[in-house]
């Protein structure tokens, strides 16, 4: 399913966009928070931030690549989880 598709979903609030979602990019997702956290389990967990943050951010946005926007959730969720474990 194309990026426009899926955030039609979104937009539409059907559930079906987040398992969509989550076959499409949790790995990317995933891989980026784990690359900042040094850790599998953490960047997990991230994934259902990012994830909801989607939910509650589309709409009003409507992203032109997917992709990017989900992995700058993830990279920021990542990063705060960092600064808050210092």
Request: with cysteine; glycine share 4%.
């Amino acid at each position: 399913m194309q990026d426009k598709e899926i955030i039609g979903l979104f937009i539409k609030r059907e559930e079906t966009a987040l398992e969509i979602t989550a076959e499409k990019y949790k790995n990317y997702c995933v891989s980026i928070a784990e690359r900042i956290l040094g850790s599998r389990e953490d960047a997990e967990e991230i994934w259902n931030d990012v994830l909801s943050a989607a939910w509650n951010s589309i709409p009003p946005n409507e992203p032109e690549h997917l992709n990017l926007y989900l992995g700058k959730i993830a990279r920021n969720a990542a990063l705060k989880k960092l600064d808050s474990e210092k």
